[in-house]
């Protein structure tokens, strides 16, 4: 099981997009400053600016969403079709889909930016 954090703008905007989109469920919401989502062994903490998480650090640096290349990855049966879906929904997509070795990838974003790997395995 893991469990990652994401930063998010705006924590009803991104539970409606992993549940609607993704088939994340809700396990816990705490009004807009969190929710803690589930996918299989996957827990994700989306947190917004009224979360703990998303106060500044020592050095007055500020938690922010999006960006970065850390992510996490959802595995898939039949990619071209979930991406097909997803575009017709309008989702951010970084890239088209890549094959490799190991299967095919492609990076997503929710609405605040953070990444999302969707892959299939070969």
């Known amino acids: 099981m893991a469990r990652v954090r994401y930063i998010v703008d705006n924590v009803e905007e991104t539970v409606a997009f992993y549940v609607s989109k993704l ?4 396990e ?12 299989g062994d996957l ?11 998303s106060r500044p650090m020592l050095d007055g640096a500020t938690p922010s969403p ?11 049966d039949d990619l071209e079709s ?12 970084r890239n088209d889909i890549l094959e490799g070795p190991g299967g095919k990838q492609i990076l997503c974003e929710d609405p605040s930016g953070n990444v999302i790997e969707l892959f299939q395995p070969a």
């Open 23 to 26: 088939g994340f469920e809700i």
């Open 28 to 39: 816990q919401q705490f009004g807009s400053a969190i929710a803690i989502l589930v996918h």
């Open 43 to 53: 827990t994700l903490l989306v947190s917004g600016p009224k979360a703990s998480a």
């Open 66 to 76: 999006g960006g970065g290349w850390n992510r996490f990855v959802l595995l898939f």
């Open 82 to 93: 979930v991406v097909s879906k997803l575009k017709d929904d309008d989702v951010k997509f």
